[in-house]
């Protein structure tokens, strides 16, 4: 994917930049949109039990979470900001939607938020569309799951624990493919030795294909966001900025492997979920980065012209055929003072296929009344089981 997105920007930032500089505005300030129309309201729910609101369901991966829901006996109320896009999905999938922007919009946002028992938070970068929306949960009292992999946006939700606990409300981060079968697997393993102190787990996301498993858009600009912040790690219990990445080479049935560290959000969920205080998780090195595009990322400015040329130039997501062939391969270890260890493997389908299910899954348990108010990790409240419940997933004892 790394090498797929370097080589693709590489060509194309020269004229990106010119077009960038010549035709994208500043963004401005919005002023609040008008309040919705009591018969606007009045189609939504009247009674919430039950009621799921997909917000952001006309991205790639809202699309998906949206096109799957009736698997699961949900029928969601479709949102989003932009008409043109979700009028349609919501025509071809029989659902009613509501247009909705989060930007200085909080009553509107409360008074349709009162009609659902669940938000599945499905627009990001998060860093922009978190806190709009949590505000909005709380004064609606209406649980809320997204999909963030920002390691800031979590430590914020959890920072509003209380808060959330007042309302009554669950409020549960990274419920697709990071973190739900990483969380649960290393609660899995996190109970086969005592006290456990470290937590390593690999992520091979490339398990069965040949080419770079490709990212959404929304994906990759999520991952701007966390280029352009400090680079912080868990050890000892606590997140503490690291000036690089761990660079591991290792062998495995004959051939040299190398794993680079990742900020994947284990570091804050599986905290939560294990109490592990020391969390390392590399993935298998597919490509070098493009250093001029983490240079790039360090300002607003550099990350609004990536942010560009990604919406402009790159595909919405992995290609057509890739959700039936790709799987995934995670294996973690924990170790402890005393030198006990435990590993366990776990394969996945393709990891936004993964995230449609799992996203809906947790979601189904929250109507069926299986929740926990304030901020929740999805290995502390389900437990290791849930992952297997995804199509597609298998564990194994190493
Ligand atoms: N944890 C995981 O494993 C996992 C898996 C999949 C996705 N994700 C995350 O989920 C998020 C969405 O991913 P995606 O694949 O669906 O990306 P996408 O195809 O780019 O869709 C992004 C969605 O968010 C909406 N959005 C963005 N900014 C918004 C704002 N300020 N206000 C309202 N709506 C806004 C977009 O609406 P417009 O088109 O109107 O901008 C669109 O509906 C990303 O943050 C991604 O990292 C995480």
């Not at 966390?226 to 761990?246: D, Q």
């Not at 049935?253 to 900020?263: A, C, D, F, H, Y």
Request: proline residues 7%; aromatic residues 8%; negative net charge.
């Amino acid at each position: 994917m790394r090498t797929f997105f370097g080589i693709l920007i590489t060509l194309l930032i020269i004229v990106g930049v010119a077009l960038y500089v010549v035709t994208l505005p500043e963004p401005q300030p919005t002023s609040p949109p008008p309040p919705l129309s009591a018969e606007v309201l009045e189609k939504l729910p009247s009674d919430r039990e039950g009621q799921v609101l997909i917000y952001g369901a006309y991205g790639f991966t809202g699309a998906g979470i949206s096109r799957l829901a009736a698997d699961y006996g949900i029928t969601p109320v479709l949102a989003g900001r932009n008409e043109a896009k979700l009028k349609p999905l919501a025509d071809a999938l029989g659902y009613d939607y509501i247009v909705l922007s989060l930007e200085n919009n909080h009553d509107n946002l409360v008074n349709v938020l009162k009609h659902f028992e669940i938000v599945l938070h499905i627009a990001g970068p998060y860093t922009f569309t978190a806190k709009p929306m949590l505000d909005a949960v709380v004064e609606a009292g209406t649980h809320y799951v997204d999909l963030t992999g920002e390691n800031h946006v979590i430590q914020d939700e959890l920072d509003r624990d209380q808060e959330f606990k007042n309302a009554n409300i669950m409020v549960m981060p990274a419920v697709g493919y990071d973190v739900v079968p990483t969380d649960c697997l290393n609660v899995y393993v996190a109970e086969k030795i005592e006290n456990p102190t470290n937590l390593m787990v690999v992520l091979n996301g490339n398990y069965t294909a040949a080419e770079g498993a490709e990212a959404s858009r929304g994906t990759m600009k999520s991952g701007l966001e966390m280029l352009g912040r400090p680079l912080l790690m868990r050890e000892n219990g606590e997140m503490v900025e690291v000036s690089s990445l761990k660079v591991i080479q290792r062998e495995e049935n004959g051939q040299t492997q190398t794993l680079v560290q990742i900020p994947w959000a284990d570091m804050m969920t599986s905290y939560i979920s294990t109490g592990i205080p020391n969390i390392e998780v590399f993935q298998i090195q597919q490509g070098e980065f493009p250093g001029w595009i983490l240079r790039l990322a360090q300002s607003d400015f550099g990350r609004r012209i990536l942010g560009w040329l990604i919406d402009k130039y790159l595909p919405e997501g992995p290609p057509p055929g890739a959700q039936e062939k790709r799987q995934t391969r995670i294996v973690s270890t924990v170790t402890n003072d005393a030198g006990d260890s435990a590993s366990a493997a776990m394969i996945t389908p393709e990891a936004y296929l993964l995230t449609f299910h799992s996203t809906l899954i947790v979601a189904k348990r929250v109507i069926d009344g299986h929740w926990e108010p304030g901020f929740q990790t999805v290995g502390k409240v389900y437990g290791p089981e849930l992952a297997l419940e995804v199509p597609g997933v298998s564990r194994s004892d190493l």
